[in-house]
């Protein structure tokens, strides 16, 4: 029998060595992997960029002889298949692990299930869910990437407590104090792509990188919608370097001498069908990303593109950053206006979540129910999710 609590305390080990490879290994899953032998740690590993060796190998490097017989605790379901690397299930097997606990399964087509299967069918002890919704939470872009292929959408915003991002003069600098910023930075380090609408480019001339404390961290794809190509060429976001690249996702109708300025400086144009109304189809916009590896996709606003984006529910999660603010009726709302008249015709958000960031309160929640994204054991309690699969 099989101790419950140590099973759950080493998990959560692999967990947070998991973190390591965040802003690093994507579109791939952020996997941690620690070996255990007679009550202590062997060796343990971490998926530490994309096209390098997977948690387990790097796990069982570290803990060499001392894998034969030991307990190996996963993330996700070891690999059965050849890609950049060997499958992670072979290495297993050939290092004489005598149990495997893994949090959840692979739902890359290319796993799912086989190296759950193959581990058992050579008579190896596997357990299965364990901390399986602290799992899903870490690798949620992936596990949304991988069975939609596009990316997962986090609508990020900074507001007052009345619900304003500006003055209304347009001033929005800074609702929120240093800390809530630093957390805004780490998030930008994460993602993949960042999506603003060329309302919020020509109002603050952003430079949407990112800057850790101590610097560091790795610039997400800068990506401004604009219909008509009204980014200025003496913009920020036009200035693009080895490390810093944006693309302009316009209309078919966008003028072609303006392209070709943004073009000499480096931007990538990428044309696109519109709406009705001109504006860029951001349906269209969302499946080209996915089509080009882009699995985790931050928006940080203005009004126009949250609205847009929130009424087409294209949205996964929304994280709201709340300061201890007022700024009154002539504000700038977080979002263009909806047109609801009944509240049952109110959007619906589930599974919020909330923590204490400086002066300032981080509000977390998802548009979607949560079941899809954390599988049925996933039950809301305490403000959050747990799982009851251990």
Not at 100 to 115: E, F, H, I, S
Not at 300 to 320: H, I, P, Y
Not at 323 to 347: N, T, W
Not at 355 to 373: R, T
């Amino acid at each position: 029998m099989h101790d419950l609590a140590s099973d759950i305390r080493y998990m959560q080990r692999a967990l947070a060595v998991a973190a390591g490879g965040i802003g690093l290994v994507s579109p791939n899953p952020l996997v941690g992997c620690v070996i255990v032998k007679d009550g202590r740690v062997v060796g343990e590993g971490y998926h530490e960029r994309y096209g390098g060796p997977h948690a387990e190998a790097n796990a069982l490097r570290a803990a060499g002889d001392e894998a034969r017989g030991a307990t190996l605790y996963v993330t996700l379901e070891p690999c059965c298949h050849t890609g950049k690397t060997p499958p992670c299930a072979d290495a297993v097997l050939q290092a004489g692990v005598g149990r495997v606990v893994m949090a959840l399964r692979d739902p890359n087509p290319k796993v799912a299930g086989g190296g759950l299967a193959r581990l058992r069918a050579a008579g190896i002890e596997v357990t299965l869910g364990i901390c399986e919704a602290e799992a899903r939470r870490l690798n949620e872009p992936f596990l949304h990437y991988i069975q939609t292929q596009q990316p997962f959408v986090t609508l990020k915003c900074a507001v007052t407590l009345d619900g304003k991002i500006a003055t209304r003069t347009g001033a929005s600098r800074w609702i929120t104090g240093g800390l809530a910023r630093e957390q805004v930075h780490r998030m930008r380090h994460a993602a993949d792509a960042l999506l603003v609408g060329c309302g919020t480019a020509l109002q603050d001339d952003p430079q949407l990188t990112t800057r850790l404390p101590g610097g560091g961290g790795v610039n997400p794809l800068r990506i401004v919608v604009d219909s008509r190509l009204r980014l200025p060429v003496s913009s920020q976001l036009a200035a693009v370097t080895s490390d810093c690249h944006t693309l302009v996702a316009t209309s078919e109708r966008a003028p072609v001498e303006k392209q070709r300025q943004l073009e000499d400086r480096g931007v990538e144009i990428l044309r696109l069908p519109s709406y009705a109304d001109g504006r860029v189809d951001i349906e269209a916009l969302l499946t080209a990303l996915g089509a080009r590896g882009v699995a985790d996709l931050l928006v940080e606003g203005g009004a126009t593109l949250s609205a847009t984006l929130l009424q087409r529910r294209l949205v996964d999660k929304v994280t709201v950053f709340v300061a201890p603010k007022m700024i009154g009726g002539d504000g700038i709302s977080v979002v263009a206006a909806f047109g609801v008249e009944a509240m049952a015709d109110a959007l619906q958000f589930y599974g919020m979540t909330s923590q204490s960031v400086g002066e300032d309160v981080m509000l977390e929640a998802y548009l979607k129910p949560l079941e899809p994204l954390f599988g049925a054991r996933a039950r809301l309690g305490g403000g959050g999710v747990r799982s009851d699969a251990i």
